[in-house]
C-alpha cells in the first residue's frame, strides 16, 4: 500500500465539497488554518458555495471538481469540507487512474468514508480525520496534532491507546491486519458493491462510529454488517463514538449501545469499544488502508500503525 508523500510548506491542498453545502463563514477557519501551514490552497468559490437543495452542486458538479482534484498533480492532498449526504451519488463514477500515477491524501470522515475507501482499492493510505469544516476550531487540539504529524511524516510508528470503561462492549485478542472502516451507516452501503469489504483481498481489521440514530436503527445496521459476513471475514472490531443515540420516543428499543454491539458481533475478538474517533472533538485521525497491530488486554486497547512514507 502506498502512503502518499509527506505535505510540506508550498505544497497544494484542494479543498473539495462533494457532499452536503457549507457556507464561507464554515470555512473561514480552515482557510486561515491551512495559510498557517504554508499551504496553497486549491478551490473555486462558485465551486465550492454551490448549492442544490442539500448538496454542495449538482452532481455533475461535485464529480467533476473532485475528479479533477484526483487527476491533477500538482494536488498533494485533498480536504473534504463537510459530511452530510451526497457520496453515494457520485462515487461509483469515479476515474483513479489519475490518482493511481499522482497519489495524494484524501482526508475526512463521516459521508466521506466511500472516497477513503476508493483510495484504498486504489492502492494508496487515507486518513479517516475531521472534515475541513471543523478544523482547527471545533476538534481537540491532540487530534490536530496527530492528524499535521502524520501528514508531515514526523512519525515512524502511530500509537492509539485507551482504557476500557465498564460500559464497553469489549472482548481481549490480538490481531494484525488492514485498517478499513468509516461511518457505519455509509459502511453498510458499500455492501453488495465493487466496494464490498467481502471483496478485500487482504485481511483486515474492521472500525466504525455512528452519530445521530435511534438504538433500534443502530442495531439494524450492525446486524447487517454481520448477516453480510463482514463481522466474520474482520481480523478485530473496533467501535468509535456513537454520539447523539436515542431511544425511541413511542416504544424504547431496550437495549444500550454495548449490548448491541456484543449481540450483533457474536464472537468476534479481538473487541474494543472506546477508539478515539467520531463526531465530537477528539476524533483522532486513523489511517485507512495501513498495516496496523491491535492488542486487546483486560482492561486496555493499544493500536499500533507503522508509517511507510
Same mark, same amino acid.
Given at each position: 500500500?502506498i502512503?502518499?508523500? $509527506? =505535505? ?5 491542498v !484542494?479543498?473539495v465539497a462533494a457532499?452536503?453545502?457549507?457556507t ?14 504554508? %499551504? ?6 462558485s ?5 442544490d437543495g442539500l448538496?454542495?452542486?449538482s ?16 494536488v498533494r ?6 459530511g452530510g ?5 457520485i462515487?461509483?463514477?469515479?476515474h483513479?487512474e ?6 495524494k491524501w484524501?482526508i475526512g470522515?463521516?459521508?466521506?468514508? &466511500?472516497?477513503?475507501?476508493g483510495?484504498? %482499492? ?7 480525520a475531521?472534515?475541513a469544516?471543523?478544523? &482547527? ?9 496527530? =492528524? ?8 515512524t510508528? *502511530? ?6 470503561? $465498564?460500559?464497553?462492549a469489549?472482548? &481481549? ?8 472502516g468509516?461511518?457505519l ?14 471483496? *478485500? ?12 440514530e ?11 454488517l454481520?448477516? !453480510?459476513?463482514?463481522y466474520?471475514?474482520?481480523q478485530?472490531?473496533?467501535?468509535g463514538?456513537m454520539?447523539f443515540?436515542?431511544?425511541?420516543e413511542?416504544?424504547?428499543f ?6 448491541i454491539?456484543?449481540?450483533s458481533?457474536?464472537?468476534? !475478538?479481538?473487541?474494543?469499544m ?10 483522532? &485521525? ?5 498495516s496496523a497491530?491491535l492488542l486487546?488486554?483486560?482492561d ?8 511507510? *512514507?
Open positions: 500500500m502512503w502518499p508523500a $509527506p =505535505l510540506r510548506r508550498g505544497d497544494t !484542494a479543498l457532499s452536503r453545502r457549507v464561507p463563514a464554515e470555512m473561514r477557519p480552515f482557510i486561515e488554518f491551512a495559510r498557517l501551514q504554508g %499551504w496553497q490552497l486549491l478551490y473555486e468559490e465551486a465550492l458555495y454551490a448549492a448538496l454542495a452542486g452532481d455533475e458538479e461535485r464529480l467533476q471538481v473532485l475528479q479533477a482534484a484526483l487527476d491533477a498533480p500538482e492532498a485533498i480536504w473534504f469540507a463537510r449526504h451526497g457520496s453515494s451519488r462515487w461509483p463514477r469515479l483513479w489519475g490518482f493511481q500515477k499522482h497519489p484524501l470522515f463521516s459521508d466521506v468514508t &466511500p472516497f477513503l475507501w483510495a484504498v %482499492w486504489a492502492g494508496a493510505v487515507a486518513l479517516h475531521p472534515v469544516a471543523l478544523v &482547527p476550531h471545533r476538534t481537540q487540539i491532540e487530534a490536530v496534532n496527530r =492528524l499535521l504529524a502524520l501528514l508531515r511524516g514526523d512519525i510508528l *502511530y500509537r492509539l491507546s485507551w482504557k476500557r470503561k $465498564p460500559h464497553y469489549w472482548r &481481549p485478542g490480538q490481531a494484525s491486519g488492514t485498517l478499513l468509516g461511518n451507516t455509509l459502511l453498510q452501503t458499500l455492501c453488495g458493491t465493487l466496494w464490498d469489504f467481502l471483496r *478485500y483481498p487482504q485481511p483486515a481489521l474492521l472500525f466504525w462510529e455512528e452519530v445521530g435511534y438504538y433500534y436503527r443502530l442495531d439494524r445496521m450492525s446486524w447487517h454481520h448477516n !453480510a459476513g463482514w466474520k471475514k474482520a478485530g472490531l473496533l467501535i463514538s454520539s443515540m436515542r431511544e425511541d413511542d416504544l424504547p431496550g437495549r444500550p449501545p454495548a449490548q454491539v456484543a449481540e458481533t457474536a464472537s468476534l !475478538a479481538p473487541l474494543a472506546g477508539l478515539p474517533i467520531g463526531h465530537t472533538s477528539t476524533n483522532w &485521525p486513523m489511517p485507512v488502508g495501513a497491530r486487546v488486554t483486560t486496555e486497547a493499544h493500536l499500533e500503525v507503522p508509517l511507510a *512514507y
